[in-house]
Nanobody
Framework: QLRLVESGGGLVQPGGSLRLSCKIS???????IAWFRQAPGKDHEFIAC???????NYLDSLKGRFTISRDNAKNTVYLQTDDLQPDDAALYYC??????????????????WGHGTQVTVSS
């Protein structure tokens, strides 16, 4: 059974960093994986996606502060988040795409999701 489990969220001061992890289990071969976030009262927002070969796509406004990477040997995809600000506070999710290239930035293009990890940014 396919499972995606996020971890690494927490409370951080403005300017701080967190490394989020998405552990994938129940899958024989790697798939593209994306990170989304959802703040209270807002829609899901695409952050980044990484293909099975490591090609990355980012939301332009977050590129430079957020970095997606993967370790296929550990079945884990990471999201390094730097210089976090209060507007970055949200529930962060990982979602599974297909083989090879990443799907697009739309929520409906990803069928399997984790339950999320909460990021809170406050002084």
């Amino acid at each position: 059974q396919l499972r995606l489990v996020e971890s690494g969220g927490g409370l951080v001061q403005p300017g701080g960093s967190l490394r989020l992890s998405c552990k994938i289990s129940g899958e024989l071969t790697p798939r593209s994986i994306a990170w989304f976030r959802q703040a209270p009262g807002k829609d899901h927002e695409f952050i980044a996606c990484i293909s099975t070969s490591g090609i990355t796509n980012y939301l332009d406004s977050l590129k430079g502060r957020f970095t997606i990477s993967r370790d296929n040997a550990k079945n884990t995809v990471y999201l390094q988040t730097d210089d976090l600000q209060p507007d970055d506070a949200a529930l962060y999710y990982c979602a599974r795409g297909g083989e090879g290239r990443c799907p697009g930035p739309l929520r409906g293009e990803y069928m399997y999701w984790g339950h999320g990890t909460q990021v809170t940014v406050s002084s």
